[in-house]
C-alpha cells in the first residue's frame, strides 16, 4: 500500500497505558478486517502514554505498512486523541474504538452493514454492561437519558467510542473539551443521519479504568453546554435576550406599581416597600446586564464561526509511509507533518483547506 493508494476505511485507536493490549488488539483487527476484503489503515494514536505504548505501537509500524502512528506530545485526552486520529485518517469510513480490549472488533462488519444502509454515523450500545452498577451503569443511565432529551438523538449509548463516521461528516466537526461523547448530537445539528446497534462489551483484561464517578458530574455539565450549542451557538441573544427581557418586564412593572402608590397614595417606598423596590431595580438592571450580554455573545459567536482555528493537540510525532510516498493530502498546506522534533499543531479545518 503507498500513500496514494485508495483506502476505504480508517479503523482510529487512541491510546493512553495500554502497552498489554497494543498486540492483542491490533491482531484482532487484522483478522476481522482481512474478512471484510477492502483496502483499510489504522490510524493508532499514542496519548502521552508514560509505558511501553509507543515503544509497541512502534514495533507494529515497521512490521505493517497499513499502520499509522500519531504520538502526541503529552496527555491531552480521548477527545483530542480521537481529533488527531480523525484529522489524520483518509478512509471512506472512520471507525473509531478503544484501546482498552473493551470493543471487539469482530463486530466492526456489523458497522459497516449498517453504513450501507446510507446512515452517516452508526453509534454501538453497550446494552448488557458488566461494570458496577452505582459507579458506571446507573449514572450512566442518568446521563443518557438527559442527553437523549436535550439532543433530541434517540441512542441508548452516547459513552461509548465504538462507532462508524463518514469521513465528511466527522471531520466537520470541531471537538475540544470532552465531547467525543456528544458527536452524534453535534453531528444532527447540521442533519447527519443516525443507527444504533447493540455491541458487547467485555470485561477489561489490563490496565486501570480511566473512569470514576467525577466523571459523570463533568459529562451532567458537559450536557448544559451541548444544550446551549445545539440550540443558541448561533443566535446567543435569543438565549439570554430571554432572561434580559424577564427581569427588565418584571422589574418595570413592579416600578411602575410602586410609582402609582407613590403619586397616588403618598406611601413612602422605602419605609413601606423598601424590599419590594430592591427588587424591582434588581430585576431590571439584571436583565439590562443579560440584554447587553447577550449581544456581546453574539459579536463573539460571529467572531468564533469566522475566525477560530485553535488546535486542541500537539503532535511530537508521526509514522506514516504516506508521508514517505508525498501523499498529496500531507503536502501543501499542511507539508509540516513530516515528522520533526518540533511540536505541530494542526487547525480543525486545515485538512479541507489543503484537500
Not at 447527519?192 to 464517578?213: C, D, F, H, M, Q
Request: aromatic share 10%.
Amino acid at each position: 500500500m503507498t500513500g496514494t493508494d485508495p483506502i476505504r476505511y480508517s479503523i482510529v485507536v487512541p491510546f493512553f497505558n495500554e502497552e498489554q493490549s497494543v498486540r492483542p488488539l491490533y491482531e484482532k483487527i487484522i483478522a476481522v478486517m482481512e474478512t471484510v476484503g477492502e483496502p483499510y489503515e489504522m490510524v493508532f494514536v499514542d496519548d502521552g502514554s508514560r509505558d511501553g505504548t509507543y515503544r509497541e505501537l512502534s514495533k507494529l509500524y515497521e512490521a505493517d505498512e497499513r499502520v499509522n502512528v500519531i504520538r502526541l506530545r503529552k496527555n491531552f485526552g480521548q477527545t483530542p486523541a480521537l481529533k488527531a486520529g480523525f484529522d489524520f485518517a483518509r478512509g471512506e469510513i472512520i471507525i473509531s474504538m478503544d484501546g482498552d480490549l473493551q470493543h471487539d472488533p469482530w463486530e466492526i462488519p456489523l458497522f459497516l452493514e449498517k453504513m450501507k444502509e446510507g446512515y452517516d454515523i452508526v453509534s454501538g450500545w453497550r446494552r448488557s454492561r458488566k461494570d458496577d452498577f452505582l459507579t458506571r451503569r446507573l449514572p450512566s443511565r442518568a446521563a443518557n437519558w438527559l442527553m437523549a432529551r436535550l439532543s433530541r438523538v434517540q441512542l441508548h449509548d452516547f459513552g461509548t467510542t465504538f462507532k462508524a463516521y463518514r469521513r465528511e461528516v466527522i471531520q466537520d466537526i470541531q471537538l475540544y473539551g470532552d465531547l467525543h461523547r456528544f458527536i452524534p448530537a453535534l453531528a444532527s445539528w447540521s442533519g447527519a443521519t443516525i443507527a444504533e446497534i447493540p455491541i458487547k462489551n467485555p470485561p477489561r483484561v489490563g490496565g486501570a479504568s480511566k473512569y470514576n464517578l467525577w466523571r459523570t458530574v463533568r459529562v451532567l455539565l458537559d450536557l448544559i453546554g451541548i444544550k446551549f450549542l445545539l440550540d443558541y451557538s448561533t443566535k446567543p441573544l435569543r438565549f439570554f435576550g430571554l432572561l434580559g427581557l424577564a427581569g427588565t418586564g418584571a422589574g418595570l412593572v413592579i416600578g411602575l406599581v410602586l410609582l402609582w402608590l407613590k403619586l397616588v397614595y403618598g406611601q413612602h417606598l422605602f419605609q413601606e416597600h423598601g424590599p419590594l423596590t430592591l427588587i424591582a431595580l434588581g430585576l431590571f438592571l439584571g436583565g439590562l446586564h443579560f440584554l447587553s450580554l447577550g449581544l456581546v455573545a453574539e459579536m463573539l459567536a460571529r467572531t468564533y464561526y469566522e475566525t477560530q482555528r485553535k488546535p486542541i493537540y500537539a503532535v511530537r510525532e508521526r509514522k506514516s509511509r504516506r508521508l514517505a510516498a508525498g501523499d498529496a493530502r500531507e503536502n501543501g498546506s499542511r507539508s509540516s507533518l513530516r515528522e520533526t522534533d518540533n511540536p505541530v499543531s494542526l487547525t480543525p479545518g486545515a485538512r479541507r483547506n489543503s484537500a
